[in-house]
């Protein structure tokens, strides 16, 4: 059930939280700004979009809390987004590493505030800013990003014994086709000529035994195991790769 802390002319402030305790404790601190008004609900798709419905917030706030784990978080970010990617959303932890930081901006997270790092002034700073369209990330937080940005996609492709079947190139070129990129664009992305991307396509090919694009993008979703990839430095421009 919700309770609301009612002010006017104020952003409305969603505070999705299942540990009543902190969810009180932020609630009181922050029903003391005039900019805010709260309202909070418990940690779960359902309670979260009916709180919408009732009263449509400027910003979210979702807080990380046990006995909710990272996966179960990101999965309730992540539906909450798709039904309203409008509102902002923030996500509240205790401490975050990169797989955290990644899953949560990719489910659709403005920004996150690690509350073991910061006092309660840069958490109205960091709503406001939120809150007004802006993204809140620290200084690793957005390093993690930047890695991510700039590494090259890896698919995995197994045989039935869970041996690789393509070089690590060949699983790279098979990720960016899956992605929906044409030759062109494969070149440029691993700074190789179009004729040399042509050969690692046609070796997939021949490796998998198939003999479409089309077939190789559903190899790749039935068969790919996505994984971070490290960055391989292209040959000469037209120099082909083993």
Request: with cysteine.
């Amino acid at each position: 059930m919700c309770s609301t802390a009612a002010t006017s002319n104020a952003i409305g402030v969603l505070i999705a939280d299942s540990n009543r305790m902190q969810a009180q404790l932020l609630m009181t601190a922050l029903r003391r700004r005039p900019e805010f008004h709260i309202t909070t609900c418990p940690m779960d798709t359902f309670s979260i979009l009916q709180a919408i419905a009732q009263r449509p917030p400027g910003i979210a706030v979702l807080s990380l809390n046990p006995p909710a784990g990272v996966a179960e978080t990101v999965v309730t970010l992540r539906r909450f987004h798709l039904s309203h990617p409008e509102i902002p959303k923030l996500l509240l932890v205790d401490s975050c590493d990169r797989e955290l930081v990644v899953s949560a901006f990719r489910s659709g997270a403005r920004g996150i505030f690690p509350l073991t790092d910061a006092n309660l002034r840069l958490l109205f700073k960091c709503l406001l800013r939120v809150a007004a369209g802006q993204i809140w990330a620290n200084t690793e937080q957005l390093n993690y990003l930047m890695d991510l940005i700039s590494e090259v996609p890896s698919l995995r492709v197994v045989n039935s014994s869970g041996s690789s079947l393509l070089t690590p190139r060949e699983e790279q070129v098979v990720a960016l086709v899956a992605e929906g990129l044409g030759n062109r664009e494969i070149a440029r992305e691993l700074n190789l000529s179009e004729h040399t991307v042509k050969k690692y396509i046609y070796r997939v090919f021949e490796k998998l035994g198939i003999s479409t694009r089309v077939e190789l993008v559903l190899y790749a979703v039935n068969n790919g195991d996505p994984r971070q990839a490290e960055w391989l430095a292209a040959p000469g421009r037209n120099a082909p790769e083993a």
